[in-house]
T-cell receptor, first 111, second 118 residues
Framework: GNSVTQMEGPVTLSEEAFLTINCTYT??????LFWYVQYPGEGLQLLLKATKADDKGSNKGFEATYRKETTSFHLEKGSVQVSDSAVYFCALKEGAQKLVFGQGTRLTINP | GAVVSQHPSWVICKSGTSVKIECRSL??????MFWYRQFPKQSLMLMAT?????????EQGVEKDKFLINHASLTLSTLTVTSAHPEDSSFYICSASREGGVSNQPQHFGDGTRLSIL
């Protein structure tokens, strides 16, 4: 079945550092890929998405490119801020099938 | 757009009582709504998928009689935890999809409900 694997956290960085959170997936077809962010005590917010190979999703300085050849959708940001501290979930969805989440990566940014 | 409101955000109640959680799509029609459970520092576990006007589809291992789901309109789904016990304490999150979940449109999530059973 479909699955998503994220790099294990927690990840701790200093403000203005470069961020990469790795995400790889396994799917039988051609899924859409998503990054969701969860701030403490809240639900999930869609951060960005990509629906086909080579698409790049971007939002709030975050980017991720749908790489079919490496089955990856790594999340990157050039300069993180304290306010980016949250849990990040990579997810995929294929047609009518349910949304499949990775295990989440907790990110802490220190000032 | 695509705002999902979940209520209440936090509830504490005694063991044995039933608790109802509401999930509303405020600015779009949600043919399909989803209910998730999240344990501390873990990912989301899908409990059930509800389609407006029909019975919910429960994931394996989720008790239908324990977690009653009603999706009576295109903007409202409810989850009722019946005869709640301390092991039901958790963070429950709903989400809604515009297009019945069939397409690759994203799900939009509520802010979650923290349920604590004493």
């Amino acid at each position: 079945g479909n699955s998503v694997t994220q790099m294990e956290g927690p990840v701790t960085l200093s403000e203005e550092a470069f961020l990469t959170i790795n995400c790889t997936y396994t799917a039988t077809g051609y899924p859409s890929l998503f990054w969701y962010v969860q701030y403490p005590g809240e639900g999930l917010q869609l951060l960005l998405k990509a629906t086909k190979a080579d698409d790049k999703g971007s939002n709030k300085g975050f980017e991720a490119t749908y790489r079919k050849e490496t089955t990856s959708f790594h999340l990157e940001k050039g300069s993180v801020q304290v306010s980016d501290s949250a849990v990040y979930f990579c997810a995929l969805k294929e047609g009518a099938q349910k949304l499949v989440f990775g295990q989440g990566t907790r990110l802490t940014i220190n000032p | 757009g695509a705002v999902v409101s979940q209520h209440p955000s936090w509830v504490i109640c005694k063991s044995g009582t039933s608790v109802k959680i509401e999930c509303r799509s405020l600015d779009f029609q949600a043919t399909t709504m989803f209910w998730y459970r999240q344990f501390p520092k873990q990912s989301l576990m899908l409990m059930a998928t509800s389609n407006e006007g029909s019975k919910a589809t429960y994931e394996q291992g989720v008790e239908k009689d324990k977690f009653l789901i009603n999706h009576a309109s295109l903007t409202l789904s409810t989850l009722t935890v019946t005869s709640a016990h301390p092991e039901d304490s958790s963070f429950y999150i709903c989400s809604a999809s515009r297009e019945g979940g069939v397409s690759n449109q994203p799900q939009h999530f509520g802010d979650g409900t923290r349920l604590s059973i004493l």
